[in-house]
């Protein structure tokens, strides 16, 4: 804040001209405060790992600082030798500190060397780059320092396939994805190969985020935290599965259907996101409508929880963890969306706006997310209306399915309260879908 607050000042008071203050003045204090900043990170750190002997600290960071300024100010040309030259001796002493501290200490680490030459650079960027990218590049420094212990706990979380699943996804989204043609296909099948796999992408990009937030931030989840991330990831799996918990008694009734409704409050947000993704004019149609159905969503799931008496504890412990990332999952998945396209046009072409309605409410009973891509990519020359309001009665549809799967599969408990919870939202859905 003190810097943005002296490079505002300084800048003002150049438009007004108020007084004449050099900006190789304001760049010298924002190398100091910079260099300061991480020399006392690194020193605080230090004291709080217990680590051996550093390279340097505040004071030694700051006069690297310096360092770096005076060679690149007083360098004759620009080809700044003399800053060159600087770096090359900083390399120099940094390489034989390195050597003592691997043949006399038996450390290897390298984080405070590397540092050292950043905080060296600063100058250059200073004077090179925009303001925000000097900002940008202490702030990093400063999180990763802070972040070592963090990540030491998240590669213990690490299996064999985690960086499988890695792999698989930019598979998919940067090698495939841009290789893929972006004419459609045929008069028959109104879509590209491009947008095909770009729905691939989109769908398991949702997902992959939501599994690696379950697996690695949230591995003992609570109720909500499994339905708020389970509806990004699907908010129909997320029923089946805490109903069939229901029955082992695993989780209070009232939590187990707040999580299922705060599931189904997230498949509005997931929805919306990939409709934004592929057409916005219907995503901004549908805007308000979703926006209620959620906040109806949260505010069911609110009111339900908050009535629960029950005082045992809300966490779900799961054995494992499914894999969104499975080639043949998104074969399968791209094979769907291509069968709905082709169907949907079929429908649109010789049925019309009433064949629409009964497809939307037929398709929510089984996956919906393909038969919706099919709606947002698609062109079918009918109005966006038309296309918002299958889209509603899809979602409703599937809203009633999961209902079903809850009423079913769940234990006793939680059937009476499933039933008010998705009534109410299915009713509204409705008379949104027809008004």
């Known amino acids: 804040m003190l810097i943005w607050i002296i490079h505002l000042i300084h800048k003002k008071m150049f438009q007004q001209n108020f007084i004449d203050i050099s900006p190789d003045l304001i760049n010298l204090i924002l190398v100091v405060i910079f260099s300061l900043i991480i020399g006392l990170e690194l ?22 600082g310096l360092l770096g300024y005076i060679l690149w100010l007083i360098s004759p040309d620009e080809s700044h030798w003399l800053f060159i030259l600087g770096g090359m001796s900083l390399v120099i002493l940094i390489a034989i500190y390195y050597w003592h501290k691997i043949t006399r200490q038996n450390q290897y680490g390298v984080t405070t060397l590397i540092v050292s030459l950043i905080t060296y650079s600063l100058p250059a960027l200073i004077y090179t780059q925009k303001l925000w990218m000097s900002f940008a590049v202490v702030s990093l420094i400063l999180v990763f320092i802070e972040l070592k212990g963090f990540f030491r ?3 213990k979380q690490f299996d064999e396939n985690e960086f499988i699943n890695l792999a698989k996804f930019l598979l998919i989204s940067g090698i495939i994805l841009p290789l893929l043609s972006h004419n459609i296909i045929s008069e028959r099948i109104p879509v590209s190969p491009f947008k095909i796999w770009l729905s691939v992408v989109a769908i398991s990009g949702i997902s992959y985020i939501s599994y690696l937030i379950k697996k690695f931030i949230f591995p003992g989840k609570g109720a909500l935290i499994t339905g708020i991330l389970g509806g990004l990831y699907s908010s129909t799996a997320t029923t089946i599965v805490l109903s069939k918990k229901s029955k082992k008694d695993e989780i209070p009734a009232r939590k187990t259907v707040a999580a299922i409704i705060i599931a189904t409050g997230m498949m509005y947000i997931r929805i919306w996101i990939l409709a934004f993704i592929f057409n916005e004019k219907l995503a901004y149609t549908l805007a308000t409508d979703f926006g209620l159905l959620t906040a109806l969503s949260f505010l069911t799931a609110w009111v339900i929880y908050n009535f629960d ?32 396209s082709v169907l949907t046009q079929f429908v649109v072409e010789h049925f019309g706006h009433k064949g629409l309605q009964i497809l939307s409410f037929v398709t929510g009973i089984t996956d919906v997310d393909p038969f919706l891509l099919s709606l947002f990519t698609g062109k079918y020359h009918t109005d966006i209306s038309v296309l918002s309001q299958a889209t509603l009665i899809a979602v409703a549809s599937n809203n009633l399915m999961k ?22 939202i299915i009713l509204v859905n409705i008379v949104l879908a027809f008004l």
Do not use: C, W
């Open 309 to 340: 008496k029950e005082k045992k504890p809300a966490t779900i412990h799961t054995k494992g963890h499914p894999n969104p990332l499975e080639l043949k999952t998104a074969i399968f998945f791209a094979l769907l969306f291509v069968i709905f």
């Open 403 to 424: 209902m079903i799967y809850a009423v079913v599969l769940g234990s006793q408990k939680i059937k009476k309260i499933v039933i008010a919870g998705f009534s109410i």
């Open 43 to 64: 020193r605080q750190h230090s004291l709080k790992a217990e680590t051996g002997d550093l390279f340097g600290t505040d004071r030694t960071h700051v006069f690297i």
């Open 153 to 155: 706990k998240l590669t």
